[in-house]
């Protein structure tokens, strides 16, 4: 069973985040949680002053969403300061210590997360779901039949002496031989064995493994025997016994769960298309559409695509899509060029071999390219991408192979390449920071993701999509929004598109009240920012189009009120307070039926 827990042994420095982000004790519990929405962390280290924040010392406690979310059920203030409720006693391990060392210290201390240090400095945080993070999903799920098998096979186990008295007679051994421990502990071995292996073993001081015998005429087993010796010494012998029939059971056993594996890792596979399948992408709006028209032609080809859009529009997430929906048997490797520092850029590609450079691990470690064979390399912030690796990407992508940093070995790559960015590519060529040839080679097909503020028909369904998910992550039951409330969102200008908006909602549903999302719970910089704002927004051109605007401001009410109701006509009409034909006659007239259908 030692291989199975190799994992075990890994520095914590393989696995820790080290994205962590401070706040001052002073700040209130709502400060402190919308620092953690707005970076996509689950848990905030709270220090004294932010001026030494890395020392160990100054780190007072940490908070989660979960402590605010209990804090919000007990209805305490969330303007009041986070120091006065953060868990103190923080613990810290050093960057050297094994995983298996971080797992003993959290039960040990009865905590979730341990800070990671270096020299007394904070370097990184370690959580539950890193420790699951790392673990492989196969290997796991095969540790875990193999716990369950082998913890009820109750192996038979007898210990000598150097007398060939017997010391140790387990209940296993009781049931395979029908020999009761106090008959037989005390006994020489031979009087219930005339030719016991453990004798032999005495005299041959050796080992035997896994030898078919039959110590008793009504018995067939399969014994493994060892010379116990201390210190030079012999002191004794012990074997283990198993009922041959018992072991072809588990052999039969150990191939039915096998197959159990594949299932799981089958159904696995099936959800995480099901999660970024095209399908689940939400938004009927004509721009939206026309991208995932786009993306599903190219899907099943091998042509490069270069994603384009605000921070936030979701890229990846269509990437993903465009995976799924391909051919492609390998797997989706995401790499954030922005996020790696450039001098490791070269290796987190690539890979490295043993002694490429100080702090390499001694067996290498393969590049996202080798991960990716077969499958799709999505390189996230395409234009952050130094250009000396723009060269280097541009040789790989025209060969098809890679070498590791540190070796001479090429090794042949087939992935296929989705980049993605916010930056203005083109504006990047003219100021030579990025390569023309490669913005050709990634740019087969251009897919321009949409802004939130240009799609705004599709704003309703994402709020009451996150309401629902969010609710249930909670368990905050079923949560509506007011009318109101819709319209402000609705009319926001998201700034941060999709991911400020499902941040946004997360905050509302968390702290909702009553089981419901009112006005005045939102935000008061979304609220002002939205008041200060046109209630229509007028083409230039025709700012005195009376018409054009009656016809805009009636188009927007009738969409936020079905999306208030979730497309219940019946409902919608009775809040507009019109007749429900009108209502239909007014979908019809702004061709919004086929979105409320």
Partial sequence: MAEYYTADFKNIADIMN????????SISIESALREMLISSRYEIVIVKELKSKADYNNAL?????????????????????????IKGDVTGINVEESIRASKLLMKEKGVETLLVLKEEKIVGILTPLELFRHQDFQRDEIELQLRLILGNLHEAVCVINTSGIV???????????????????????????????????????????????????????????TPLIYKGELIGAVSTDRDLNEITNLYMELDREKTKVEILKQQMKEITQD??????IIGKSKALVDAMTIAKQVAKTDASVLITGESGTGKEVFSRAIHQE?????????????????????????????????????????????????GTLFLDEIGDMPLLMQAKLLRVLQDGIVYRVGSSKSIKVDARIIAATNKDLQQLMEEGKFR?????????????????????????????????????????GKINISPDAMKILSDYHWRG?????????????????????????IPAEIISSTNMSPFINLDIDNSFDLKNAVEEFEKNIIINALAAVKGNKVQAAELLNIKRSTLYYKLDLYNLTEYFS
């Fill in 436 to 476: 023309e040839d490669l913005y050709y080679r990634l740019n087969v097909v251009s897919i321009e993701i949409p802004p939130l503020r240009e799609r705004k028909e599709d704003i309703p369904e994402l709020i009451n999509n996150f309401i629902e998910e969010f609710s249930e992550k909670n368990n905050k």
């Fill in 167 to 225: 010391t140790f007679w387990n209940a296993s051994s009781e049931k395979l031989y029908g020999i009761e421990a106090n008959e037989i502990v005390g006994s020489h071995i031979e009087k219930f064995f005339p030719n016991a292996l453990l004798i032999r073993v005495l005299k041959e001081k050796r080992t035997f493994q896994n030898l078919k015998y039959k110590p008793k005429d009504e018995s067939d087993v399969i014994i493994s025997a």
């Fill in 326 to 374: 391909s051919d492609r048997k390998g797997d989706f490797i995401p790499v954030n060029c922005s996020a790696i520092p450039s001098n490791l850029l070269e290796s987190e590609l690539f890979g490295y071999v043993e002694g490429a450079f100080t702090g390499a691990y001694k067996k290498g470690r393969p590049g996202k390219f080798e991960l990716a064979n077969g």
């Fill in 497 to 521: 598109n999709i991911r400020e908006l499902k941040n946004t909602i997360e905050r509302l549903v968390i702290l909702s009240k009553n089981n419901i999302i009112e006005s005045n719970d």
């Fill in 18 to 25: 080290e994205d962590i982000i401070f706040a001052e004790e």
């Fill in 61 to 85: 406690g940490i908070i989660t969403i979960e402590d605010i979310g209990k804090l919000v059920k007990k209805e305490i203030n969330l303007k009041d300061k986070v120091g006065n409720w």
């Fill in 275 to 280: 999660k970024y399948f095209f399908g689940k």
